[in-house]
């Protein structure tokens, strides 16, 4: 084992710088090309995607182009944003986490709950949810990496015994309401902005979280992350602990739930029902961003781009007069096309062509010994 450590770190080494490969270095190239070489991949297509939907969005309803009304969009797209980037981390882990609609629904009720008309309560509730979601995203991920479970079935576990919880604590109604100044991290924002006319604070949040998040998988976190996902054999050769490695990506899932479900009692309230099915728009937002189900491949913005994606196409069906009960259908199909152009691109990329020619049987020249036979 020790003899083959060297070379297991080489191959790591390869995965991680893989994707620079493909290309000549980048100061050799153009900006121009740098920028159609993103534009045509699966993460760079869909900055065009969104471009076109805005684009449709804005013919079906002109108000929609004005700032003011650009900005409440992002505003309330921002807590699908936030999920998806943090099911993004799960994902390109190679795991999935099925929970991250029950911890936001958790979350929203344990606000109702814990800090109604009490100012003086909200920092230590605030604690006390991230507290929460650390220890949530603990249990799924040492589940799935020590006991071997697979991530789909605990976290499909996790989903079902918030749900359980919730549903015993409210009844199935809704219960409890924060005090005004906590909504307002959802629903307020800063205002007579020239231009923009208003930010609003999920905005803010957005960025910060979506710099943070892309900041931290060019570190040596996130490509190790990358890699575990596209080889998670070659990663533990390496001496990458990958137990420790996933649970962290679980536990920045669990927090991007937990901030997404402040902000939407925001402008949702307190209600059993706030949250249900989000693990499954965000699924389908980071499939649509061009991240491999599976693990290895995508870019973290890409994830929150297919977000917007997502809502704006709904936006427009709703201009268009279709029925919101066809969105789980829409959200269906997209999963399965985007799942299959992008295995479809990466049988067809350059990289998975130099991981063929590396696994594929090399012919043996003739021995002494086959020669005199």
Known sequence: ?????PAERVELTATLTDHASDRPPLRRQKFSARLLSALASPGGGVVILVLLLLIAVIQANPRFGEPGQLMR??????????????????IVSGEFDLSMGAVVTAQVVLSGHLIGQDES?????????LLLAVGIGLINGLATTILKVPSFI???????GLSGMILLLTGGAATGNPVDSFRQIGRGGIRDVPVLDFIPYPVIILTVIAVAAAV????????????AGDNPETARLAGTALWWLKTRAFILSALAATVSGILLVGYAGVHPSVGQGYEFTAITAVVLGGVV????????????AGAF??????????????????????????????????????????LRRRERRRTEPTEEPPTADSATT
């Open 293 to 304: 189900l599976g693990g290895g491949r995508g870019w973290v913005l890409s994830a929150a």
């Open 73 to 90: 969009f992002i505003g309330r797209t921002a807590p699908i944003a936030i999920a998806a980037i943090g099911q993004y981390f799960v």
């Open 309 to 350: 994606a997502l809502e704006l196409l709904f936006t427009l069906m709703n201009f268009l007069g279709i029925a919101s009960t066809w969105r789980p259908t829409v959200q269906g199909v997209i999963i399965i096309v985007a799942v299959a152009l992008a295995g479809r691109a990466w049988r067809a990329s350059p």
């Open 154 to 160: 605990v976290t499909l576990g996790t989903m079902l």
């Open 121 to 129: 309560r909200i920092l230590p509730v605030l604690v006390l949810m």
């Open 1 to 5: 084992m020790n003899a083959e450590a």
């Open 216 to 227: 931290l998988m060019r570190r040596p976190f996130g490509r190790t992350l990358i890699a």
